[in-house]
């Protein structure tokens, strides 16, 4: 008797019970308000991110950057930018803004050359 209720016992754990498991229910994500954090992240990877310490016509310094050192960027006059999801201006930027950046690298000099600028909310506006 007591080898069948073991046997019972060691094959019920086994065996899923109904109610366990998945469910067809879609996961409702702990931040809706902003998205997928999975989506977001994917569109962020590949792009230079930083926090603005000084502005210049041709120059951004950034701190708190991905590499961990205060880096400067190239800025001409092809440079686009981006606030909020709409075109905007350099002149928008400000010291303390989070930005992200598409980046060109100078492969003789290392000299890194910002193609596009991203300031505010960026996830849903950053394409390739």
């Known amino acids: 008797m007591r080898k069948t209720i073991l046997w019972v016992f060691a094959i019920s754990l086994l065996v899923p019970w109904p ?3 998945q469910t067809d229910k879609p996961i409702k994500s702990e931040t809706a ?3 997928n954090p999975t ?3 994917r569109q962020l990877q590949d792009l230079f991110y930083g926090v603005v310490k000084s502005l210049g016509k041709k120059e951004i310094v950034l701190e708190k950057t991905m590499v961990g050192v205060d880096q400067n960027i190239k800025l001409n006059e092809k ?3 981006t606030a909020d999801g709409a075109p905007s201006t350099l002149d928008k930027l ?3 803004d989070q930005v992200w950046l598409r980046i060109k690298t100078d492969k003789k000099t290392g ?3 910002a193609e596009r ?3 505010g909310v960026v996830a849903p506006t ?3």
């Open 79 to 81: 440079t686009k930018y």
């Open 19 to 21: 109610g366990q498991g």
């Open 117 to 119: 600028v991203y300031s």
């Open 39 to 41: 989506m977001t992240a």
């Open 126 to 128: 950053v394409r390739k």
């Open 33 to 35: 308000r902003f998205g």
């Open 94 to 96: 400000k010291v303390g």
């Open 111 to 113: 000299v890194m050359q």
